[in-house]
C-alpha cells in the first residue's frame, strides 16, 4: 500500500470528514479510503476516528497528527515545486481564513478568476472576525486588516484600505453636515466594536491630530450590519473603501470629513514561520496581489 497516499487520503478525511468524498477526490472508492485509515490506525496503534452514520469524528491523536502529516505533504509540495519546471501545477486544497467583509468584497469576487486559471485547486475560505490559530487550525494562509501584533508569522502586505465616514442623504436633510471631528459629538455615530477603541476615532488633517469620542445609538461587531444601518440613515460611520465605494458612486452614501482622514488600515496576508509555503498558497498570494494592483478588488491600494 502506498504509504504517502495512505496519509494524503487521512489529512483530507480529518478536513472533509467524509471517506467517500476523499475517495471522489482521490479517485478510489470509499472502502479503499477506509481500509487506508484503518491500516494507518493499526500501525500507529490508536484511533484517528470515531465513525458516526453522518460524519468522522477526529480523535485528539488524529488532530495532533494532522500539523505534521500536513506540514510533510506541504513539504513534499514545495520540494517539487523548488526547481520549477514548465508543467508545474499548483494543486491541491488550500485553506485560508479573511476578515468577513474583505472576504465578500475581495476575495471571494475573485475566486471564480482563480479557479480558472489554476483548476486543480480546491479552495476553503473561511470568512470570521475571529483571530484564528493557524496552526492549530489548519490554515495555510490567513488576511489580517490592522496592525500585525509580533508572532512567530511571516506577512505579506496586500495595500492599504482607506477608511471615510459616510452617512446616507437623508440622515443630512434640513441639517449641516459636521465639518470637523469635533462635530461629531452631536451626530448619532454607529460603532464598530471589532479594533482596539471602538468610541475613539483618530483623524489627521494639515491642522494636525483630532479625536473624536464617540456616542451612538449602535455598537455592533459586524461592518456589514454597520453598513445596513447607515445606508438605512440610522447614523454615521467609519467604513473601509471597499465597503462603501460603490454606495459612495450610486449616491446612497455621502462622504463627510473630507479635510480630515482616518489612519488607514493595513492588509497583510500572513502563514506560519514553519510551514512551507506551497505552490498554490504561492500561486493565490500573486493572483490576488495581482488582483488589488489591477482594480479588479477595489478598495485596497
Known amino acids: 500500500m502506498d504509504g504517502l ?13 467524509s471517506f467517500s468524498a476523499v475517495g471522489r477526490e482521490l479517485g478510489t472508492s470509499q472502502s479503499t479510503v477506509s481500509k487506508q485509515i484503518a491500516t494507518l490506525e493499526e500501525s500507529l496503534g490508536v484511533q484517528l476516528f470515531a465513525r458516526t452514520t453522518r460524519r ?6 488524529a488532530l495532533q497528527l494532522h500539523e505534521h502529516v500536513r506540514q510533510l505533504l506541504d513539504a513534499l509540495d514545495t520540494i517539487k515545486a523548488g526547481a520549477p519546471t514548465p508543467d508545474a501545477v499548483p494543486r491541491g486544497l488550500l485553506r ?3 476578515p468577513t467583509s474583505f472576504g465578500r468584497a475581495c476575495i471571494i469576487p475573485q475566486v471564480p478568476h482563480f479557479l480558472k486559471r489554476y483548476p486543480e485547486v480546491t479552495l476553503d475560505v473561511v470568512l470570521t472576525d475571529r483571530v484564528t490559530d493557524l496552526v492549530e487550525e489548519g490554515f495555510e494562509l490567513a488576511i489580517r486588516a490592522g496592525n500585525l501584533p509580533s508572532s512567530s508569522m511571516i506577512a505579506r ?8 465616514v459616510v452617512g446616507a442623504p437623508s440622515l443630512f436633510e434640513g441639517r449641516r453636515a459636521p465639518e470637523t471631528p469635533l462635530d461629531l459629538s452631536s451626530w448619532n455615530v454607529l460603532i464598530y466594536t471589532g479594533i482596539k477603541s471602538p468610541g475613539r476615532w483618530e483623524f489627521e488633517s494639515e491642522h494636525g491630530r483630532q479625536i473624536a469620542e464617540l456616542q451612538g445609538s449602535v455598537r455592533s461587531n459586524d461592518l456589514d450590519a454597520i453598513l445596513d444601518l447607515c445606508l438605512d440613515g440610522l447614523g454615521l460611520a467609519a467604513l473601509p473603501d471597499f465597503m462603501v465605494d460603490g454606495p459612495i458612486r450610486e449616491g446612497r452614501l455621502r462622504p463627510v470629513l473630507n479635510d480630515y482622514y482616518l ?8 502563514y506560519p514561520q514553519t510551514r512551507f509555503l506551497t505552490l498554490r498558497a504561492r ?8 488582483a488589488l494592483k489591477r482594480g479588479r478588488a477595489t478598495g485596497v491600494a
Open 5 to 17: 497516499q495512505v496519509l494524503k487520503a487521512f489529512v483530507r478525511a480529518l478536513e472533509v470528514g
Open 56 to 61: 468522522l469524528n477526529p480523535t485528539a491523536e
Open 157 to 164: 502586505s496586500l495595500g492599504l484600505t482607506e477608511l471615510s
Open 283 to 290: 500561486c493565490f498570494i500573486d493572483f490576488l496581489i495581482e
Open 263 to 270: 489612519i488607514p488600515l493595513p492588509i497583510n496576508v500572513i
Open 96 to 98: 485560508l481564513a479573511a
